[in-house]
């Protein structure tokens, strides 16, 4: 399952869909991917497709937008 999860993760990285993602530190609980999506269904549908999610590893979705702060460096 791991490597089918990984798998994916590359190819969502080479398509410049994930822009970073993995576990939080200190037990695996939780977990962040960011994506870049037309919406909100978009970015849900990409984390409800992954292996995890359809085997129960994952339980709960949770999507919200993200406001990157650009600056002149940049």
């Known amino acids: ?8 993760v590359a190819q ?3 398509a410049g869909t994930l822009i970073e993602g993995g576990a939080y530190a200190g ?3 939780s977990s962040i991917m ?6 909100e269904a ?3 549908a990409i984390a409800e497709s992954d292996v995890y999610v ?3 590893v994952w ?4 999507v919200r937008p993200f ?3 650009v600056t002149d460096e940049d």
Do not use: Q, S, Y
């Open 1 to 8: 399952m791991r490597a089918e999860h990984l798998a994916r």
């Open 42 to 44: 978009a970015a849900r």
């Open 59 to 62: 339980g709960v979705i949770t």
């Open 27 to 29: 037990g695996l609980t």
């Open 34 to 39: 960011l994506v870049r999506a037309e919406d």
């Open 67 to 69: 406001g990157r702060v």
């Open 12 to 14: 969502l990285r080479r």
């Open 54 to 56: 359809r085997a129960g």
